[in-house]
Structure formats: C-alpha cells, structure tokens
C-alpha cells in the first residue's frame, strides 16, 4: 500500500514537472502510462507527440487498427478523445499474447527501427529516448 501511494505521488509529481518543461509546449504531447498508477512501473511514463508524427505523413490506420480477418478495417471517425475502445490497452491487456507494453514498444520501436530516410532526424531508439527520466 505505501509503495503504490509512492507511485501515485510519483506520478503525479511527473506531471506537475512535466507542465514546466519544454515539451508540454507543443500541446500535442501525450504522456503514455501502460501502468496507469499501479505499483511496480520500471520506467518513466513517454512523452508522446502525437500531432508529429502525422505531421510527418503517417496516417492514422499505421497505428490505430480494428482487424477483421486480418484486415484493419478501422472507420476513422470512431478517433475520438475519451473514446476507450480505441485506446491500446483496449485490446491488448495483461491477457493478451501482445500485452500492452509489448504492444507499444512493437509500434514504436517497429518504426523507430526503420532505415532513415534522407535528412530525416533520427527518432530516439534506445530506452531513455522514450522513458525520459525528468
Ligand atoms: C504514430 C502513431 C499514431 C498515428 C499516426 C496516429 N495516432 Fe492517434 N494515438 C496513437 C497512440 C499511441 C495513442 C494513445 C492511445 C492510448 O492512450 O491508448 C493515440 C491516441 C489517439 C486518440 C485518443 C486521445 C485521447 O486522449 O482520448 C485520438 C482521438 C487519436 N489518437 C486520433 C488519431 C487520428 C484522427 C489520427 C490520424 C489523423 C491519428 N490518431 C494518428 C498513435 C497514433
Ligand atoms: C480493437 C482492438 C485493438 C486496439 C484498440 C488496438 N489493437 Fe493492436 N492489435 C489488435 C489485434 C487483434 C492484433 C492482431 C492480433 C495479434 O497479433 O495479437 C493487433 C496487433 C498489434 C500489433 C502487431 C503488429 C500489427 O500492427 O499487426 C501491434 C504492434 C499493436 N497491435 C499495437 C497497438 C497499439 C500501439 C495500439 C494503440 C494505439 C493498439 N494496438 C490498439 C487489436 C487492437
Ligand atoms: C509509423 C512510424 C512511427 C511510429 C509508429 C512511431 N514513431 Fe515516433 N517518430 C517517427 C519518426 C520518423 C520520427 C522522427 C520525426 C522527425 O523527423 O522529427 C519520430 C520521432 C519521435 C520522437 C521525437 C520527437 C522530436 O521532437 O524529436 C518521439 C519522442 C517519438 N517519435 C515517440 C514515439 C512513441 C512513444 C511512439 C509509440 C507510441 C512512436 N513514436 C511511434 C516515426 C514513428
Ligand atoms: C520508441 C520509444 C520507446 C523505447 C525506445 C523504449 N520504450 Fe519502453 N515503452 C514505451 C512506451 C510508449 C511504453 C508504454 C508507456 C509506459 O508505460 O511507459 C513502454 C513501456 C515499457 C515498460 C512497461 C511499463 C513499466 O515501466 O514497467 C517497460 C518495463 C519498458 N517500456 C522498458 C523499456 C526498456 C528497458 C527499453 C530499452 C531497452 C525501452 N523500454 C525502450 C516506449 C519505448
């Protein structure tokens, strides 16, 4: 019990940190907890710029996916703020064979990994690149 009121001050304390850095400037960050306040996270929540990455010409169906028979037959318009059905830990909990930390790091790593493209900035691939410690 007091190890999980740790956390949870823990917590919260990274985001009031958070909300006087940099990064919160771009009001696209998203700050993504597959833990959601429960005793035992090994890393610090990541920093995510969502808006970015379709800046950057990713679609939506690259990352967010409904599959049936394979097939990712996701209606674009059901991508909605505080709509729980689209988010990852949905589908994919403690159960599922791609648990949700499984399930992000195969998304995020998955690309991360990919060759460069000219010019392109290199996005960060090693532990602390996503798990900003602040
Ligand atoms: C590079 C991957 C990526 C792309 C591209 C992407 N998203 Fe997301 N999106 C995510 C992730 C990861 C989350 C966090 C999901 C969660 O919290 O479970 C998310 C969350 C969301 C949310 C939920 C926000 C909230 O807090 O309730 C919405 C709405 C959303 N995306 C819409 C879109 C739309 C619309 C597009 C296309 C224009 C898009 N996304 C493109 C990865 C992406
Ligand atoms: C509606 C349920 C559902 C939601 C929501 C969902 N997934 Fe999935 N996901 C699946 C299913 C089903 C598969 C394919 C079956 C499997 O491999 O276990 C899958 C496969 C994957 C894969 C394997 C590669 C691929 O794309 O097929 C990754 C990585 C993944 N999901 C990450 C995520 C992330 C990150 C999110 C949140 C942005 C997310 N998923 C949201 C159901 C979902
Ligand atoms: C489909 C490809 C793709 C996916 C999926 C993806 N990224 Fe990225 N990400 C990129 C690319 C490409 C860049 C470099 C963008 C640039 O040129 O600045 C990047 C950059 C970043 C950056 C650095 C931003 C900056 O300001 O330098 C962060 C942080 C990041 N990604 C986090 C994530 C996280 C966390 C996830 C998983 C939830 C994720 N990304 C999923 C392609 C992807
Ligand atoms: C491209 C971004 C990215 C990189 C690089 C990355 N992770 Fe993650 N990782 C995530 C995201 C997103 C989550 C889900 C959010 C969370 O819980 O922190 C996650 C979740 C986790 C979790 C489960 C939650 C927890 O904290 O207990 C662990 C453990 C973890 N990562 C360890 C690592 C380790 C070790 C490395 C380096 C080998 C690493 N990650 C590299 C993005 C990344």
Known sequence: MKRLGF????IALTFILMAGSP???QSDMMLL????GRAGKKRPPVPFP???????????????????????ILDEST????NKEIQCSACHGPKSRLHLERAYHGQCLG???KPLKDREKAPPRYCGGC????
């Open 7 to 10: 956390s949870v001050f823990f």
């Open 23 to 25: 990064l919160m400037a």
């Open 33 to 36: 907890d597959s833990s959601k």
């Open 50 to 72: 969502h808006n970015l990455h379709v800046e950057k010409g990713w679609s939506c169906k690259d990352c967010h996916h409904l599959y049936e028979k394979g097939e990712n």
């Open 79 to 82: 991508l909605e703020e505080g």
């Open 111 to 113: 690309c991360h990994k």
């Open 131 to 134: 798990h900003v410690r602040k």
